[in-house]
């Protein structure tokens, strides 16, 4: 049977539908950082105070953590076929409108707000047609891959709209962020025309009671919920690493005239580095099990948070490679947790699960910078500025903020043990 035949069958998807997929998901995660690679050229031209600067970006992620429960409900009803070819072209729009339109501090925020609230249908409901396109011997693999295009595409895009901002405008580095979103909704397209034909999902979510009854349903999975703890562990580490790497590698090099341009290349070089970590975990995860590569990466990357502070006074090639490794470690188990809940979450409620895992992650990876800056800033005022302590202080924020991850880790590994043995 030719492939499309067995497509249309039900039997498997084309061949390169993973490809496009991933393409499709670089292409639009470049605008999630176009902003940052903006930021100083916006302040001085908008007359931006630093605080007004950040809630642009916040205005960010609440619009896409918003979008990321909604549309987890909308895949389950709709089908995430529909959701995520609708999601994709409007998510390209509110791009250009940002790049186009952002004319100041309210402008930009009430536009990013609305990129990010469009931005969210090209990552869950994208999870979800991997988990029905992958058999689950190699759908970590798969996962990681995923995962790991986003990374690139963050780092491709700070690079990218860094660089024609110092060469052109800022506002060129934008545009191109969001012409890039627009290619990726059109790279969609054929993604899906290779993907396994959608079922009646509305049919089931009606059958199983509705979205309601579905987020009933995942609170109540005691194995489900435990995999879902672990990840909001997981991201209050990682969202913390992300946000606060750059600044302090350059702190630590004394170099504060460089600011811009070393925070830029090293957030840079952590997605990049995030790429290899996301595939490697993913893999590993489909020989060895998904709760033991969790709870390797957990605890190694554990460790790193609560070692890290002391490494302050290291030359800089060596802080820098030890941040390579920390962020490889964070993001290792990333896309596992992701897998783990296909696997055992039931297919009509797989929407509705990643929407209750999404708001847990994301909100404890929103409130984990926050905690970090308290602790540097108290730390700093006990101990003075040039202290190692205060980064001490600080980076052992976020480790303590993770510590029950592995105990969850372990409550998931015992009831999802238990749950396949009663099957």
Request: glycine share 12%; aromatic share 10%.
């Amino acid at each position: 049977m030719a492939p499309q035949e067995a497509a249309a069958a039900g039997e498997g998807p084309e061949r390169g539908w993973l490809a496009l997929l991933c393409a499709s998901r670089l292409l639009q995660a470049m605008i999630v950082t176009a902003y940052s690679g903006v930021l100083p050229f916006v302040m001085h031209d908008w007359g931006m105070t630093a605080a007004q600067a950040g809630s642009v970006q916040s205005a960010w992620h609440v619009g896409y953590l918003a979008s990321l429960f909604a549309v987890g409900l909308l895949a389950d009803r709709l089908g995430a076929h529909r959701v995520l070819l609708a999601g994709s072209a409007l998510g390209s729009i509110a791009a250009l409108a940002f790049a186009v339109f952002a004319s100041g501090h309210l402008s930009a925020a009430l536009l990013y707000a609305l990129a990010g609230l469009c931005a969210g249908a090209s990552y869950t409901p994208g999870l979800q047609l991997l988990a029905r396109n992958t058999a689950p011997a190699v759908r970590g693999r798969a996962m990681g891959l995923f995962i790991a295009s986003s990374s690139m595409g963050y780092a491709l895009s700070l690079a990218v709209v860094a660089g024609l901002s110092h060469a052109l405008h800022w506002r060129v580095g934008l545009i191109a962020a969001a012409a890039c979103a627009v290619v990726g909704a059109v790279v969609t397209v054929h993604a899906l025309r290779r993907m396994r034909p959608t079922g009646a999902p509305a049919a089931a979510v009606q059958a199983g009671g509705g979205s309601w009854h579905a987020l009933v349903e995942t609170v109540r999975d005691k194995p489900a919920m435990a995999g879902n703890w672990a990840y909001a562990f997981h991201c209050w580490e990682l969202m913390a690493l992300w946000a606060w790497l750059p600044a302090y590698l350059v702190a630590s090099s004394g170099q504060l005239g460089s600011m811009q341009s070393i925070g830029v290349a090293l957030a840079a070089l952590a997605h990049l580095v995030s790429v290899f970590g996301s595939v490697l975990g993913g893999t590993a995860s489909d020989r060895l099990g998904r709760a033991r590569v969790m709870m390797i990466a957990s605890l190694a990357s554990l460790s790193m948070s609560f070692a890290f502070g002391w490494m302050w006074a290291w030359p800089l090639w060596l802080l820098a490679a030890m941040a390579a490794l920390y962020n490889l470690l964070a993001i290792a188990d990333s896309s596992v947790y992701s897998t783990a809940l296909a696997d055992g979450v039931a297919p009509h409620r797989l929407g509705a699960a990643y929407s209750v895992r999404s708001v847990m992650g994301f909100g404890a990876g929103a409130l984990s910078p926050w905690v970090f800056g308290l602790a540097l800033d108290w730390g700093q005022a006990r101990f003075g500025l040039g202290s190692t302590y205060g980064w001490v202080a600080a980076w052992s924020s976020v480790g303590a903020g993770a510590l029950l991850g592995p105990w969850m880790i372990a409550r998931f590994a015992r009831l999802d043990r238990a749950r396949r043995l009663s099957a």
